[in-house]
């Protein structure tokens, strides 16, 4: 039986339902797959040392027939994920050594992040958590939340949450209520942000409840994760709405660029784009971090700011976010600009623009 395909439309858009029928075994993914020999032989050999799982929804995005689909490629283990690259970590940021409580890491002084689950709708075969994501023991209980409010609360410097996981909103809507009046109700907290994929892989959890307590908490910033066009459709589009009109969210992007997924500038145009007009700003662009296993997915850092070079002046700024690396080891993000800086004169600077034309500058 196809667990994928449910009875209703109604099961179809919950989002329960999504994640209780996700697609986990290799026999449920060849009823929706074609699947090479390649990727028959990676799934078992992969899934060892990281889950496999994938909502019908996400799912029924890639095409059953091209194993280079860009969806498709997110979500099917490769052989690559097996090798041990000689930069590459279990934990690439140290979230784990910057980790004062269970579930929070406070690295830059003004902002912590809050591991609040360890379920993703969908588990992405690049995922930085590969260590802790789908493995329950990670996940911090009520004590655990009880010592992370206690920490941010006796901690003044710390102006940002940022909620992440797995993914946050996999948590009822009693929970995340109670969460954000909590941080909402320490004095010296600016602003709260969600990090949640689920607008993507899982757009149905989107609805009128899980809204109304958003405007609750108004302002609430939320950072979602789109990869590629495919990925932007008519459901998601009518979610994010949704979110943004009756829940008053602030919705940002932060993608990844990936080889053979979106590492060309025409598709990243598009993605751009497609998030502005939808109402979601282009926040950051990332270079693959160095997670074990993720060799086949990185992109070349040269070849990327090249990207991000033919984009600027081809599209509008509000549509273009900021190309970037998080520093393996936990230096942190930084930015990879492109140099546009031609010439360094005894009076001006000259400057190459986007049509590769010269410009002078006066110090």
């Not at 949450?161 to 907290?189: A, F, M, Q, R, T």
Request: hydrophobic letters at 35%; aromatic letters at 10%; one cysteine or more.
């Amino acid at each position: 039986m196809d667990h994928s395909q449910p009875e209703t439309i109604e099961s179809w858009l919950n989002w329960k339902w999504q994640i209780q029928n996700r697609i986990k075994t290799q026999e449920a993914l060849s009823a929706n797959l074609e699947l090479t020999k390649e990727e028959r032989s990676s799934f078992d050999s992969c899934s060892a040392f990281f889950e496999f799982s994938v909502t019908p929804y996400y799912l029924g995005l890639a095409d059953s027939k091209d194993p280079h689909c860009p969806i498709r490629l997110q979500i099917v283990p490769r052989q690559e994920e097996l090798i041990r690259g000689p930069f590459e970590k279990q934990d690439p940021l140290a979230e784990e050594t910057h980790m004062p409580v269970k579930g929070v890491t406070h690295r830059y002084p003004d902002r912590a992040l809050w591991y609040l689950s360890h379920v993703c709708a969908v588990y992405c075969r690049f995922c930085t958590r590969k260590r802790k994501v789908s493995n329950s023991f990670h996940t911090p209980g009520k004590e655990e939340w009880n010592q992370a409010l206690a920490y941010f609360r006796s901690h003044s410097e710390i102006k940002e949450v940022i909620l992440s996981g797995g993914d946050p909103l996999n948590l009822s809507n009693d929970k995340l209520d109670y969460l954000l009046g909590e941080l909402k109700s320490i004095p010296h907290i600016n602003q709260v942000r969600i990090h949640s994929r689920y607008p993507v892989t899982l757009p149905m959890r989107i609805d009128s409840e899980l809204c109304s307590v958003f405007k609750k908490h108004f302002p609430i910033y939320l950072v979602t994760h789109f990869n590629h066009p495919k990925e932007i459709t008519p459901l998601v589009k009518e979610r994010i709405s949704l979110l943004i009109q009756k829940g008053n969210v602030i919705v940002l992007n932060q993608g990844v660029l990936l080889k053979g997924i979106n590492d060309s500038a025409e598709i990243l145009k598009e993605l751009f784009y497609g998030l502005t007009a939808i109402g979601i700003k282009p926040y950051y662009l990332h270079q693959c971090d160095e997670v074990w296993g993720s060799s086949g997915f990185r992109v070349e850092i040269a070849k990327g700011v090249e990207i991000m070079k033919q984009i600027r002046g081809k599209i509008s700024g509000l549509s273009v976010p900021l190309y970037v690396v998080d520093l393996t080891g936990g230096g942190g993000k930084i930015p990879l600009p492109s140099e546009y800086l031609a010439e360094k004169t005894d009076h001006s600077y000259i400057f190459r623009n986007y049509q590769d034309e010269l410009y002078e500058i006066s110090y």
